[in-house]
């Protein structure tokens, strides 16, 4: 058994995450940490609401509360939509807990002291007609690398390009539009980076688990020439900036740490929340000389955040020059992207997963989303392929398989598991597939490979379909009643596999199977061992019972009510 540490990269407070959100970090997060427990290790998922920063801000104003009312409902609503989504964090946190502003101002402190933070004047764009400096992100422009003309003042999404907002050319406000905007000077602290580049590209280089684009992107930063990072802004809400004695920096009353240096270090702060709250030893999964040398933590995010996971938060932990854990595998995603776009909490495109919960169960989305996970490339939504997912793959690969044969048992071998007859051909067909197929199940979700492993479940489960039909235990049934009940009895123990391999990905309906099966929770397990084993565990005369029907189709008139109400193709 071994210790895994699993984070997701933290949901932004500005609103109910959409399925691109859900898809690029929380949901896979969840699948792994849920697949991991079952096969036996000891598994802690953390994550967090991401609460500073200026779209809390601008996000409140619009709504008419204060920022950390704002924060307090949107934490809520974000931890409401988790649960409906069935994501089994051990802990959900705030970045503005107490506990992340003690451990942004202690990592500030030792960083400086160990002469990785530097004060500096830098110019900064100035909106006079929003009043407030612009945080790079919400200044923009014509690249002055390729000419997008509207590139950020952080990054071009055309050429890909890392930009200084006041290089753009002819900049203006994201947050009004405006053009009356200047360049100021302000002090700053800047997080050193360049001078621990050769660090952190061994440390990238020698890097395992990682899929190329993860490591991809990090290399492109280092060999584009790492820079200094400022990791203070001029807002009012955030963690703010002290000396060691704790009293506010002189010339920083104003100022606040940057979103993108105290969110990743809410992991562990939130890891102390949750054991404050369970009694838990949160040093033993950080610190390596408490213990945490023999964790395994794995990140999981989206492709636009592993710059930061990969380079910026590793400086802060390699330059503190204290002993903490460091990520072992980093899991990055592509984008699910919307008919031709990107899904946008912003702008409100796409489907949500507050809007997402109302017109279909949790199960539907898990599936179809990981089975479509963005890991090679992005992935497009549309509301055919969501269809075809859910009609196709759950309804008549596995619910009907489910249904057909725990019902033919109710009705022919009074609900119980029926004794008689011998295996065959069907099954020594049977143990060879399976002993096969759920080894590699195992071994793609140990390797995170997530499309890999929806396309191993769904073959797994249309074996079973195969195996019915090779089986035959309704034609036997009329001739050969033992022969009928070897067929059913193996019919039975597919139905309580399949129930025990769903639970990764669509826990709700696994539930439904495997209390039909009447199967003890503490056997719910991957316990595999044999293809033997698994179709014969069982016990004869055993009670089960036929579950409603597990899904309900998606028809063409659904998928024209939401293609109305949330746009399809002419979006």
Same mark, same amino acid.
């Given at each position: 058994m071994s210790r895994i540490l699993i984070t997701s990269a933290l949901p932004y407070i500005n609103g109910v995450k959409h399925l691109g959100n859900l898809a690029g970090s929380m949901l896979p997060a969840d699948v792994y940490a849920r697949a991991m427990r079952l096969l036996g290790h000891d598994v802690l998922y953390i994550c967090a609401t991401d609460e500073h920063g200026t779209p809390a801000e601008l996000a409140a104003q619009e709504a008419g509360l204060e920022v950390s009312e704002y924060c307090e409902r949107m934490h809520i609503a974000q931890k409401e939509a988790g649960a409906n989504f069935k994501l089994s964090y051990d802990y959900f946190g705030r970045s503005s807990a107490k506990s992340n502003h003690v451990l942004t101002q202690h990592f500030a402190h030792v960083l400086e002291a160990n002469g990785l933070i530097e004060e500096r004047t830098s110019k900064q764009v100035y909106s006079n007609a929003d009043g407030r400096y612009l945080p790079d992100r919400y200044v923009e422009g014509t690249c002055p690398n390729c000419g997008f003309e509207a590139a950020r003042g952080d990054q071009c999404d055309s050429c890909g390009k890392l930009l200084d907002p006041i290089d753009l050319i002819d900049p203006y406000s994201a947050v009004s539009g405006s053009k009356d905007v200047e360049i100021r000077e302000t002090n700053h602290l800047y997080l050193k980076q360049s001078s621990m580049a050769s660090k952190l590209r061994e440390w990238v280089e020698?890097?395992?688990?990682?899929?190329?684009?993860?490591?991809?992107?990090?290399?492109?930063?280092?060999?584009?020439?790492?820079?200094?990072?400022?990791?203070?802004?001029?807002?009012?809400?955030?963690?703010?900036?002290?000396?060691?004695?704790?009293?506010?920096?002189?010339?920083?009353?104003?100022?606040?740490?940057?979103?993108?240096?105290? +969110?990743?270090?809410?992991?562990?702060?939130?890891?102390?929340?949750?054991?404050?709250?369970?009694?838990?030893? &949160?040093?033993?999964? &950080?610190?390596?000389?408490?213990?945490?040398?023999?964790?395994?933590?794995?990140?999981?995010?989206?492709?636009?955040?592993?710059?930061?996971?990969?380079?910026?938060?590793?400086?802060?932990?390699?330059?503190?020059?204290?002993?903490?854990?460091?990520?072992?595998?980093?899991?990055?995603?592509?984008?699910?992207? &919307?008919?031709?776009?990107?899904?946008?909490?912003?702008?409100?495109?796409?489907?949500?997963?507050?809007?997402?919960?109302?017109?279909?169960?949790?199960?539907? &989305?898990?599936?179809?989303?990981?089975?479509?996970?963005? =890991?090679?490339?992005?992935?497009?939504?549309?509301? =055919?392929?969501?269809?075809?997912?859910?009609?196709?793959?759950?309804?008549?690969?596995?619910?009907?398989?489910?249904?057909?044969?725990?019902?033919?048992?109710?009705?022919?071998?009074?609900?119980?598991?029926?004794?008689?007859?011998?295996?065959?051909?069907?099954?020594?067909?049977?143990?060879?597939?399976?002993?096969?197929?759920?080894?590699?199940?195992?071994?793609?979700? =140990?390797?995170?490979?997530?499309?890999?492993?929806?396309?191993?479940?769904? +073959?797994?489960?249309? +074996?079973?379909?195969?195996?019915?039909?090779k089986a035959a235990p309704w034609t036997h049934y009329k001739t050969d009643v033992p022969q009928a009940a070897v067929g059913t009895r193996v019919g039975l123990n597919l139905v309580a596999l399949f129930g025990v391999i769903a639970q990764p990905i669509i826990p709700d309906t696994a539930e439904k199977i495997l209390d039909a099966m009447n199967i003890p929770k503490e056997n719910r397990t991957w316990n595999f061992r044999t293809a033997q084993e698994a179709i014969s565990a069982l016990p004869i005369g055993m009670a089960i019972n036929a579950p409603d029907v597990l899904f309900t189709k998606i028809e063409d008139e659904d998928v024209a009510a939401w293609t109305e109400r949330f746009g399809g193709d002419d979006a």
């Open positions: 020698a890097a395992t688990g990682w899929p190329p684009l993860a490591k991809s992107i990090a290399m492109k930063w280092l060999d584009e020439g790492l820079r200094d990072r400022a990791i203070t802004r001029d807002l009012s809400w955030g963690i703010t900036v002290t000396n060691p004695d704790g009293s506010v920096r002189d010339g920083f009353d104003g100022k606040v740490f940057y979103v993108w240096f105290d +969110a990743p270090i809410e992991y562990i702060a939130a890891t102390q929340d949750w054991a404050a709250e369970t009694g838990g030893d &949160w040093e033993s999964w &950080w610190r390596t000389d408490k213990g945490a040398d023999d964790v395994q933590y794995v990140q999981f995010m989206g492709k636009d955040n592993v710059a930061f996971h990969t380079l910026s938060f590793p400086t802060t932990i390699i330059g503190s020059g204290e002993p903490w854990k460091l990520v072992d595998q980093l899991k990055a995603f592509n984008w699910v992207t &919307w008919y031709g776009g990107k899904f946008s909490t912003s702008s409100k495109r796409g489907v949500f997963m507050d809007q997402a919960i109302d017109i279909a169960p949790s199960d539907y &989305w898990r599936w179809h989303l990981m089975a479509n996970a963005p =890991e090679g490339n992005d992935a497009a939504f549309t509301w =055919e392929e969501f269809q075809a997912a859910v009609n196709s793959d759950l309804a008549n690969v596995l619910g009907n398989f489910v249904n057909r044969i725990t019902k033919y048992a109710v009705g022919k071998f009074d609900g119980v598991v029926p004794d008689g007859g011998e295996f065959g051909e069907a099954e020594d067909w049977l143990i060879k597939e399976l002993d096969t197929r759920l080894s590699a199940l195992v071994g793609y979700y =140990e390797a995170r490979e997530f499309r890999k492993a929806m396309a191993e479940t769904r +073959a797994i489960w249309a +074996a079973g379909n195969e195996y019915l039909t």
